[in-house]
Each structure stands twice: as C-alpha cells, then as structure tokens.
C-alpha cells in the first residue's frame, strides 16, 4: 500500500490551505537515497520546514546511525515525519509526481521545469548517484545546472527554493516577521 500524504502529519496546527501556501500549491515529499551526512539530512528537514514539504522518506543505514547527531537547530525533526525507508518507490505519496533530482545526460534543467503539483522529489546520497531504476521509474528528472556538483542539503534547498518561487507565494511583512530569528528587527 501507498503511503498517503495527509495534512496531519505536517503539523495540526496549520490548515491545508495554509500547508498548499508553502508548498506552492500541493503536497511535497522528500525521498533521500542512502544519504550520509547527519546534518545534510538536518538542513533538508529546516528546508522542509521553510518551503512546506510534509516528510523525508530515506533508505539506507547511515543516515540512522547518525541521527542523534544532526543539526537541525528548528527542532522540524519534531515536526516533519523522517522515516527509514526500504524503498522510495514504493512509498511514494499516493497521486505525486516522482522527480528525480539528479546530473543526468538528457535532463530537464531546474530554470526551465514546470513543477508538478504534488511532487515526490528523489536525491542521491552525498558521494554516489540514484541508482538506474529509480531514474528509470520517476515521471521527471532534472538537474540543477551548476559549474560542479552541490551538496545534498544545498540541492534540496535550491529545488524546494525553485518550487516556491515559480508559484503564487505570500509577500508580505507578516511573513517577514513570523520567519526571522527574535534577534532581527530590521525595518526600512
């Protein structure tokens, strides 16, 4: 069986018109194959959490062998289901887009792709490549053009990043005030 996004698992406070605000009009989820790095996987979930995708599915062991020592300094892990994972394709979300973000010969480029509404976006861990099949199995795959290859972390952040601006999004000083660390008072 198909795991199901729902609203619930992001956070009961928020409505679901409010999550498809952040999520640019649909539900997000984040598929990480064997990711390595603790704290990349902790700067996704603060991405998830700005941007409004709803979980991080992995698969692989290091990620879990590391958790516990991550930084995810806005606590999302608390927030955001992080869950192990056998394999990303059978729990992708029921009716979402499979995106592989990957540097594939053939590719879509970032600028020029048109996100799907719900989107299940797959990477590849920090020091391999997706595996072939589940390049193969995904509706989408694009690439970030870059003079050299990025960082999990920076990749999700850039592709959730992509996602917000090309849709219709809040701007507002509201929002200003709500997302800026207490430190920050700055005005003009």
Same mark, same amino acid.
């Given at each position: 069986?198909? &795991?199901?996004?729902?609203?619930? /698992?992001?956070?009961?406070?928020?409505?679901? =018109? #409010?999550?498809? !605000?952040?999520?640019?009009?649909?539900?997000?989820?984040?598929? *990480?194959?064997?990711?390595?790095?603790?704290?990349?996987? =902790?700067?996704?979930?603060?991405?998830?959490?700005? &941007?409004?995708?709803?979980?991080?599915?992995?698969?692989?062991? !290091?990620?879990?062998?590391?958790?516990?020592?991550?930084?995810?300094?806005?606590?999302?892990?608390?927030?955001?289901?992080?869950?192990?994972?056998?394999?990303? /394709?059978?729990?992708?979300?029921?009716?979402?887009?499979?995106? $592989?973000?990957?540097?594939?010969?053939?590719?879509?480029?970032?600028?020029?792709? $048109?996100?799907?509404?719900?989107?299940? +976006?797959?990477?590849?861990?920090?020091? =391999?490549? $997706?595996?072939?099949?589940?390049?193969?199995?995904?509706?989408?795959?694009?690439?970030?053009?870059?003079?050299?290859?990025?960082? *999990?972390? =920076?990749?999700?952040?850039?592709?959730? &990043?992509?996602?917000?601006?090309?849709?219709? +999004?809040?701007?507002? #000083?509201?929002?200003?005030?709500?997302?800026?660390?207490?430190?920050?008072? *700055?005005?003009?």
């Amino acid at each position: 069986m198909k &795991y199901a996004n729902t609203i619930d /698992l992001v956070n009961s406070n928020e409505t679901q =018109a #409010d999550f498809k !605000r952040w999520s640019g009009h649909g539900l997000v989820s984040i598929g *990480l194959v064997n990711p390595k790095s603790a704290t990349n996987v =902790a700067s996704i979930l603060r991405a998830c959490g700005c &941007y409004g995708a709803s979980a991080v599915f992995y698969t692989g062991q !290091r990620f879990g062998y590391a958790k516990n020592f991550n930084a995810d300094t806005r606590q999302m892990r608390h927030i955001i289901p992080t869950i192990g994972v056998d394999d990303l /394709l059978a729990i992708a979300p029921k009716d979402a887009s499979k995106v $592989v973000i990957e540097l594939v010969e053939g590719a879509i480029p970032l600028p020029e792709f $048109v996100h799907p509404e719900n989107a299940f +976006y797959i990477f590849g861990p920090e020091d =391999a490549s $997706v595996p072939e099949d589940i390049v193969a199995a995904c509706d989408h795959v694009v690439y970030i053009p870059t003079r050299n290859s990025m960082n *999990l972390a =920076a990749t999700a952040n850039v592709v959730l &990043y992509d996602r917000m601006a090309k849709s219709d +999004y809040v701007a507002n #000083d509201e929002l200003i005030k709500k997302s800026r660390d207490n430190n920050n008072g *700055l005005a003009i």
